[in-house]
């Protein structure tokens, strides 16, 4: 499986981002997709998922700012990130999983970073 994402790059507070990220490969192997993030220093966490029917799971960090959806007939995974805030700067990475609802665990599958900078 592999995961390509595109759409980071520098934006004000309060302003928005749309990522997306292409699956290609082995792409029946897939349920679960989502996106971590790792902001300088910090550990990677994971910013949201979804299974492939649909069910979403969120930070409590971007819970009503960020939105994850998908189009399987695309095997493609949207982030819409809304009011987004500094400390929302990070390299966003795609994920993909084959199991469902695989939250409590580390994805198998992992796409380059995307840099999100958010300025004051």
């Known amino acids: 499986v592999q995961l390509q994402a595109s759409g980071g790059g520098l934006v004000q507070a309060g302003g928005s981002l749309r990522l997306s990220c292409v699956a290609s490969?082995?792409?029946?192997?897939?349920?679960?997709m989502g996106w971590y993030r790792q902001a300088p220093g910090k550990q990677r966490e994971l910013v949201a998922g979804?299974?492939?029917?649909?069910?979403?799971n969120y930070s409590d960090s971007v819970k009503g700012r960020f939105i994850i959806s998908r189009d399987n007939a695309k095997n493609t995974v949207y982030l819409q990130m809304n009011r987004l805030k500094p400390e929302d700067t990070a390299v966003y990475y795609c994920?993909?999983?084959?199991?469902?609802?695989?939250?409590?665990?580390?994805?198998?599958?992992w796409g380059q970073g995307t840099l999100v900078t958010v300025s004051s």
């Open positions: 994920t993909a999983d084959s199991l469902v609802s695989s939250w409590y665990k580390a994805p198998a599958y």
């Open positions: 490969g082995s792409i029946f192997r897939i349920n679960d």
């Open positions: 979804i299974t492939r029917g649909d069910s979403t």
